[in-house]
Nanobody, 124 residues
Framework: QVQLVESGGGLVQAGGSLRLSCASS????????MGWFRHAPGKEREFVAA????????YYADSVKGRFTISRDNAKNTVYLQMNSLKPEDTAVYYC?????????????????WGQGTQATVSS
């Protein structure tokens, strides 16, 4: 079993930054691809970013490319999402997810474990 716990959300003004963290425990995630998704009220869950287990490959949604950076520290079993130049439309609950079956994916159904989410709110 894998447990994922997100942290780092909060309220920030447009143009500001937040750094989200996702700590994993239980069965090791060091060989799992990790992803971040977000869910805003009235919208579908949306892919944000993903990273392969070795961090050699990263994937980004077009809406965040150039503003967000995903990274991981396998020694700490932690994945990060650095969010810069935040916009009000980035407001959402952000979820991290682990995939033991894929090296990285844009699709929620490719992920096996999910965290509870952390709220990020960007004011205009």
């Amino acid at each position: 079993q894998v447990q994922l716990v997100e942290s780092g959300g909060g309220l920030v003004q447009a143009g500001g930054s937040l750094r989200l963290s996702c700590a994993s425990s239980g069965r090791t995630c060091s060989t799992a691809a990790m992803g971040w998704f977000r869910h805003a009220p009235g919208k579908e869950r949306e892919f944000v970013a993903a990273i392969s287990w070795s961090a050699a490959t990263t994937y980004y949604a077009d809406s965040v490319k150039g503003r967000f950076t995903i990274s991981r520290d396998n020694a700490k079993n932690t994945v990060y999402l650095q969010m810069n130049s935040l916009k009000p439309e980035d407001t959402a609950v952000y979820y991290c997810a682990a995939s033991l079956r894929h090296t990285g994916s844009y699709f929620p159904y490719d992920y096996d474990y999910w965290g509870q989410g952390t709220q990020a709110t960007v004011s205009s």
